[in-house]
């Protein structure tokens, strides 16, 4: 079986003049969980797409999680600016 596969909408990989980014992405295919972590900090649940509120600025890592039914994982790593 395949992994989704996990589309990042947005945050574009560009700087952002803003505190708050929303974080929007499609999956492929239905999941049990997704979830993302931050500057490879501890995992965040979420059931959709979510703002990235307080953010500093500079350079951010933002990974997504996707988990199907068959325990495939897919990942999403991304650098975006803040």
């Known amino acids: 079986m395949v992994p ?3 589309s990042v909408v947005s945050p574009k990989n560009q700087q952002h ?3 708050s980014i929303p974080l929007n ?3 492929d295919a239905p ?8 500057d490879r900090k501890e995992n965040v649940s979420i059931t959709g797409n979510i703002p990235l ?4 600025s500079g350079l ?3 990974t997504i999680y996707a988990k199907d039914s068959f325990s495939n994982t897919m990942l999403q790593k991304e650098s975006r600016s803040a």
């Open 25 to 27: 992405f499609t999956i």
């Open 4 to 6: 989704p596969k996990i």
């Open 31 to 38: 999941v049990n969980w997704t979830g993302y972590s931050l």
């Open 17 to 19: 003049n803003s505190t």
């Open 53 to 56: 509120n307080g953010l500093s």
């Open 60 to 62: 951010h890592n933002i």
